[in-house]
DNA sequence: GCAAGGTC
């Protein structure tokens, strides 16, 4: 009989990849699925077993609403706080729910190696739904691994004391989840909704609204409304100056400035007229300044941000490369602390190889290198270290500057403490005291790899207690209070650590939310400056209920899934009542929305005085107005309607041409760039496709959105005229359309405007057809080739360059029979629109003519025409 | 088109 299957899962391919060594003692084979299956024979609680190790990455499932609660007009918001909540896989493409399900068969034993936290206590269950174990089943067992560090002393100890997973810490996860869910989504598309419809510059697609991400908005504005609130005063300070040994030394005074002229004045007067300064006390201290501690995720970005100039999100992403190459260790973790087990000497070894370092490195090893500091040990991943040597040409410059401050950072917490005595002399005169420091470096230690912290060295001449010192000059200094600087990215990182805003994985994500909804701004010094838009919402906020924008909020949510967490309350009943709290805050919010409204107003134009004449409306026959910034629109006025357009491209009218469905003009949209394509279509039938079952509509996010557009063109549920069915309106695809798409089971439409450069384009995906270039005019027929029913089009040739014989210019045919035409045509797709046919133009051999296409052949109404054996 | 949390 086989031996018993056991299957281990961890969080990420990485950590699988190294239990399996450790437990294998290296002697694994490895296999590739959704991610890598390392397997091996071993012994598990004391029989022999096949072992089977592989991960997840990351969630598997992500909660969200329900399709009918799906669309943003036909929902109430308020509803949604009641709506069901579904899990559907992440990442559907990585079909990891497969991957388990299939690697489990066969296996009598789950070992879950998921990250000892708790998101990684709730992917325990979600691995446990996949593999079809349960819980509680004699013959199929779940066991959890903890461990605080991927090394081999504490893998063996995880084997030896193997628990089960924690039900209520992922719980906790489940209610966060759907907490978030839904007080995120209604409060964005309520606010969304109201503001969007009223207002033509808010220059954001979404007005989102989150527990993590408002609150870090609320930190920048706070600071904002600091510098606009503040009041300069006015303050006065008595520098004595004193000469000795040649040079002049400024002395500061006892109570540091005033705020009374008259006062400060009498002071100086007091001082003036004693003239001398008496040494009062000198007192020397031998003080320390601390080697760092390990390095967290946290404090790489706060450094990256305000040292290097690398925003958050960039700063994560050098890491995770720099971590996928080997070079450092895992970039996300909250300790501080190292590991008893720490390989230290392993680690400088491997330093000792990068030339810069190599002399430091080679003193501290033969000087003996310190212990680190305890720091904090959360027992997810150890800190950040180097693991391999780099250099700049193997991972570039920007990658170079982090990987260097990561070697620094690890150097400087093996090195000596930095230790430098502080002399402090002190004087009187006139009845106010003085004083001056020195700093004098006895041992650099770890600021010899870290310059930038280095103590500054600062001689004072010799004193003696009881000498009197003439003074050069005593001036009255007037300064003025000034207000902060704008907030730094830096700052904001610690002000979210303090108050539990996101995680270290999740910090960056939040930051850059908020500068991509245009609320903030990065301004030089990486300093976050607060926009319009960020700042009235924020205003708002704080009059209807300064709640939704404070940290609390966060806080809030915390302390009641901790209770799940901890099996001091119940699941549902903390959702339940948590839900109940904030539905009561957004049916207050809504109701008093005017107040927000009328700082809006001030700010933001409304729709009707926005953007210019474009396009008559069907129903009023009146000009509506486009509104060019995001999201694009137009607005009738009159109507008060708003139909979106496609986005990230240009926007006409198109010969003044009507939809003959409903009488609106019709527009026609270019995709940017030199090979972007362009349509026709009505403002109506575009925001209300007329025809059902039109399944691939453009813009939405569907399949030909997606891969029409070549990126996201935002929103609307969008049918342009090229996938309009209407069978005699010249610009439907019933009529532009003269082919079905080589490439996929799309059409190929006659891009109306592309003259001279004439082409056919896929109504589905990248596909783009050239057709003979030059031409005066190229248009559909109504007839179809009898071979393989394609449309028949008809070319105007230039007088000059005509291919035809006699120098005729009109030619029709079928662009796939017509040995002509055939030959004149070219097909490229994609973004890199490589060539199909062999070399030059024409003659591929992969057109073949004749015979019976695919998709659609043969049904007369359907658009999608034969391709031919392509 | 929406949240926040994992990880790629």
Redesign the pocket.
Known sequence: MAPPGVLMVA????IASSIASVLSRGKMSTRKGSTEVHEFDGTFLGFPAYYKVTSV???V?????PEKY?N??ATDPLDLFQAPVRKAE??PK?HIRRHLSQEARGCTHLVLWL?C?R?GENICFEVIECSGFHINDGKRRIHRARFSSVTEKDISKAMDSLVEPNKDEALAVDA??EI??K???AF??FQ??YF?GKYGNLDS??I???????PTLGFCVQRYLQITTFKPEKYWALHPYIVMDGYELLLDWERHRLFDFDVAAMFQKLVLQDGVLLVTGISEEQETKGRPQGLNTVNLLKVSSSALGFGPHHAMQLA?RL??QGFISYP?TESTAFPSSFDFRSTLGELAKVPIWAEYVHNLLSGGYQKPKSGTDVGDHPPITPMRAASEDLIGNDAWRLYQYICQHFLGTVSPDCKFVRTKIQFSSGGESFHCVGKHVRVEGFTAIMPWLAVSEKNLPRFARGEKIAMSKVELFEGKTAPPDYLSESELISLMEKHG??????IP??IN?ICE?NYVQVQSGRKLVPTPLGITLIRGYQCIDPDLCLPDI?SFIEQQIMLVAKGQADHSRIVLHVLQQFKQKFAYFVKQIDNMDALFEAQFSPLADSGRALSKCGKCLRYMKYIASQ?SRLYCGTCEEVYYVPQKGTIKLYKELTCPLDNFELLIFSMAGPEGKSFPLCPYCYNNPPFEGIDTLF???TKA?GAASGG????GAGMPCFLCPHPTCRHSVISQGVCACPECSGTLVLDPVSAPKWRLYCNMCNCMVLLPQGAHRISTTSERCSDCESKIIEVDFNKNSTPLEGGATLHRGCILCDELLHSLVEVKHGKSFFKRSGGARGRGGSWRRGGRGRGGAGKKVDPKMSFSEF
């Not at 969080?11 to 990485?14: H, I, N, Q, V």
């Not at 805003?501 to 999740?506: C, H, K, Q």
Request: glycine share 12%; charged share 25%; aromatic share 8%.
């Open positions: 969080e990420k391919p990485s990455i990351g969630h499932f992500s909660v969200d609403f799906q943003w007009s992440s990442n990585a990250d936290d998101e966060r989840q978030d869910l007080v995120g989504v964005t598309r969304t909704g969007q697609r979404v989102s609204y989150g527990p993590c991400q408002t995770e971590y996928t996300r805003i996101g995680t270290d994985a999740s994500v939040h939310n909804r966060r999201p813009g939405t996010g959105a996201k063109l935002g929103k």
